[in-house]
């Protein structure tokens, strides 16, 4: 509904990236601030004849904005399919109610179904403000929901999204909690079940606090952006794909709530359970298999906190009507060689493709998970899954799989390669003792990744394996010599990243 009484303003584009938040530029003597009141960073309604956002508005004193015109960052431009020199109009968006949830829960106060409900889809609706989106992580962090408020918002977020029903009795998924490098197994475990014949239509997230994502190493080998009928038409066609799950959207609001997280560097328990359920019940499926990898430097860092965690999963489960099982897995040390999008897709080659250099402890992850699933599912009973799994591996049957998964997906890529590169070596001789899987993903970020694809870094050493002085412990891939300078300065700083015990 277009304000009444409101001169309009003329559109124009400012060229600006905010990231997938729409901000809009008015100049600051401008006859609709003055007459509305606006100022700085306020929430403004946006109306064209069809089309309606809110956004966050910037003053601007140059001539950047023309006289009667309002600028458009990037990502309000695409919302609102604009036109250069379209009339637009500006007025005060409504209160926003769901924000004095928020202000409850700062308080430690329980919500309801209802009140998540609201929550979520003024999230969705883009009600929120980047610190509007902070301010509920925040509140939801450091263990403050309860497993039947995380079912709350479960269901709420996989009611303000897309869902797919199958139509079959028995559709499987598996997700692991993350906070250990390289633990790419999803891409070699999907290909391992629809080569068994189960249908799993896998969705993923690009990284959060890590240095790549499942969504971010498969798009160095396939497309990932896919459409839900593009999604439906592969899983139909193959059995199971490797997509974003962003792009379908599923769980739309886990999308949004991500990018603060990973800003915040923050991946609290509770969303994340609700994160994994909501898009694996958006999904279609309905059994379903999470790993905990378990470590003093990984996400999940004590028995204890893993068999918390793994509590409050199947709670929140069993409310939502899905079968799950849970595995915990060693969390000590990276999984492979590579981390970072392009070399975690050459580990998940070599192991496809049975190459003799293949990461042993990649491949056998992989089979493990793979077989759990399998015994899950009933395809195979119980104590012989891993089994089955390492067979479809070894006859090449897993590899045609994958390959026909990627082509139905738009084709299959080669990864691409770094051009800069740095050699950590070991000051002294011994036996590797401890490896910090943070300060590892650490370097990998600031190496580049995952915005930067065949940045990160590569591992040449294993916890105890005996080592001599100069022999090179781990490379850092960079593409551009200022990202490898940053991540080879932090390196340095911190060498116990690798600790080595010196031989007696």
Known sequence: MIPEKMMPLKACRLGIDTHHEPNIYLRSDSHVCKSEGFEALSRVRINTEHHQIIATLNMVTSDIVPEGHIGFSEAAWEMMDMRYDDQVWLSHPKPVQSLSYIRAKVYNQRLDQAQMTAIINDIVEGRYAEVHLAAFITACGDDKLNDEEITYLTRAMIDAGSQIDWKLPLVVDKHCVGGLPGNRTTPIVVPILAAAGLTIPKTSSRAITSPAGTADTMETLTCVSLSLDQMRKVVEQEGGCLAWGGSVRLSPADDLLIQVERALDIDSEGQLIASVLSKKAAAGA???????????????????????????????????????????????????????????????????????????????????????????????????????????????????????????????????????????????????????????????????????????????????????????????????????????????????????EEAQ
């Open 286 to 500: 309905t059994h379903v298999l999470i790993d905990i990898p378990v470590g003093p430097t990984a996400k999940v860092r004590t028995q204890a906190a893993a068999e918390r965690l793994a509590t409050s999963f199947k709670n929140v489960a069993a409310n939502l009507g899905l079968t799950l099982k849970i595995v915990l897995t060693d969390g000590r040390q990276p999984v492979g060689r590579g981390v970072g999008p392009a070399l975690e897709a050459e580990d998940i080659l070599a192991v496809l493709q049975n190459q003799p250099e293949a990461p042993n402890d990649l491949r056998e992850r992989a089979a493990f998970l793979a077989g759990a699933m399998l015994e899950l599912a009933g395809t195979a009973a119980e104590g012989t899954g891993e089994q089955q799994a390492l067979k479809l591996l070894e006859s090449g049957a897993a590899w045609e799989k994958f390959q026909a998964i990627a082509r139905a997906q738009g084709g299959l890529k080669t990864p691409p390669v770094a051009p800069y590169r740095y050699e950590f070596l070991a000051h002294q001789s011994g036996t590797i003792k401890a490896v910090d899987n943070r300060l590892l993903a650490k370097i990998a970020k600031l190496a580049g990744a995952p915005a930067d694809p065949a940045a990160g870094l590569e591992m040449h050493v294993k916890l105890d394996q005996q080592i001599n002085q100069n022999q090179a412990l781990l490379t850092v891939h960079a593409e551009n010599a200022g990202e490898l300078n940053y991540a080879v300065e932090f390196l340095l700083e911190h060498p116990n990243v690798i600790q080595i």
